[in-house]
């Protein structure tokens, strides 16, 4: 049965923060999935969901991808800033096993 509540799309939820991943979730279910479902796929162990999740990003096309996640003004110029920084001194990037070790708190 089609949901008669009107759709809202993921960009329309505000900036990623903290509570990004169980506001979509909410969406979802309030949306487009039986409560059953969603309930079940919540249950999968984390390796699982983050398969389907990426399986699910994967299915996009860009143009499809862009359309879900505009950027701000403000996020394209950093975007581009730090492209142009990379580009001008490679040697400025860090490999993701340090940026992960530094975000889980490692020295």
Same mark, same amino acid.
């Given at each position: 049965?089609?949901?008669?509540?009107?759709?809202?799309?993921?960009?329309?939820?505000?900036?990623?923060?903290?509570?990004?991943? $169980?506001?979509?979730a909410?969406?979802?279910?309030?949306?487009?999935?039986?409560?059953?479902?969603l309930? $079940?796929l919540l249950?999968?162990?984390s390796? #699982?969901?983050? #398969?389907? $999740?990426?399986?699910?990003?994967?299915?996009?096309?860009?143009p499809?991808r862009?359309?879900?996640?505009?950027?701000?003004?403000?996020?394209a110029? #950093?975007?581009?800033r730090r492209?142009?920084?990379?580009?001008?001194?490679?040697?400025?990037?860090?490999?993701?096993?340090?940026?992960?070790?530094?975000?889980?708190g490692?020295?």
């Amino acid at each position: 049965m089609q949901s008669t509540r009107p759709v809202r799309r993921v960009a329309e939820l505000g900036p990623l923060g903290p509570c990004w991943l $169980a506001n979509v979730a909410r969406l979802w279910q309030d949306t487009y999935m039986a409560p059953d479902a969603l309930n $079940a796929l919540l249950r999968l162990s984390s390796g #699982e969901r983050a #398969e389907i $999740a990426m399986a699910l990003w994967e299915s996009l096309d860009e143009p499809q991808r862009e359309a879900e996640f505009p950027l701000t003004p403000e996020q394209a110029a #950093e975007l581009d800033r730090r492209l142009s920084e990379h580009l001008t001194d490679p040697s400025s990037a860090i490999p993701w096993v340090e940026v992960r070790r530094k975000l889980s708190g490692g020295a």
